[in-house]
Nanobody, 123 residues
Framework: VQLVESGGGLVQAGGSLRLSCAAS????????MGWFRQGPGKERHFVAA???????????YYQDSVKGRFTISRDNAKNTVNLQMNSLEPEDTAVYYC??????????????WGQGTQVTVSS
C-alpha cells in the first residue's frame, strides 16, 4: 500500500488549502480513509474520516475543531481522498497525514500511512 499526500503549504489565516492523497496497492473503495495531523511536539490526532463506500455509505466524521471548515471527500474511480480546508487558523499548523484502514477515528485503527504534508498557517 502506498499513500502519497500533496497540497500542503504556507497560507495566511482565513485562507484555504486542498490536500489530496493518492492511494495505490489496495482495493480503495473497501477502505476507510482518514486525515490526521501532528503539530510540533504533539501527538498525532484525528482530523476527518470517510468510511468505505459499501458499509456506511461513505459517512464522514470530523474533529470538533474543524467541523464547518474542513470537508473530506473521496473519488473511488481515481483512488484519491481530499481534504478541503477553509477558514484556516494558526492552530491548524501541523503535518497532515493520510491513512487507510478498516474504519475508525483513532490512530491505532489505521494500518497504512502516507509520509505527511506540512501545512503552515500564519497569523
Amino acid at each position: 500500500v502506498q499513500l502519497v499526500e500533496s497540497g500542503g503549504g504556507l497560507v495566511q489565516a482565513g485562507g484555504s488549502l486542498r490536500l489530496s492523497c493518492a492511494a495505490s496497492g489496495l482495493t480503495f473503495s473497501s477502505y476507510a480513509m482518514g486525515w490526521f495531523r501532528q503539530g510540533p511536539g504533539k501527538e498525532r490526532h484525528f482530523v476527518a474520516a470517510i468510511m468505505w463506500s459499501g458499509g456506511s455509505g461513505g459517512s464522514t466524521y470530523y474533529q470538533d475543531s474543524v467541523k464547518g471548515r474542513f470537508t473530506i471527500s473521496r473519488d473511488n474511480a481515481k483512488n484519491t481522498v481530499n481534504l478541503q480546508m477553509n477558514s484556516l487558523e494558526p492552530e491548524d499548523t501541523a503535518v497532515y497525514y493520510c491513512a487507510a484502514g478498516p474504519g475508525g477515528l483513532t490512530v491505532p485503527e489505521y494500518d497504512d500511512w502516507g509520509q505527511g504534508t506540512q501545512v503552515t498557517v500564519s497569523s
